[in-house]
């Protein structure tokens, strides 16, 4: 979040796509990514979602808000 707290029980899925984890206890996750251009969403109920791209990045601190 954005206290740099883990946030577990997000919903990570490529955008577009049907197949989707979710955040561990320590609000990590592992996607596959067939192309670098794929925008990643991540959502949770009590955050905005926030869709990113990772790129060739091999791993990200993704930060979401809290909804107002």
Known sequence: ???????????????DEDAWTTSDDKGEFTVSVRDQAETIVIQHKKMVLK??????QPSVNIVL????
Not at 51 to 56: A, K, L, M, S
Not at 65 to 68: A, D, G, N, V
């Open 65 to 68: 808000e809290p909804k107002r």
């Open 1 to 15: 979040d954005n206290k740099n707290r883990p946030l577990p029980g997000a919903v990570i899925k490529i955008k």
């Open 51 to 56: 869709e990113i791209i990772i790129g060739d």
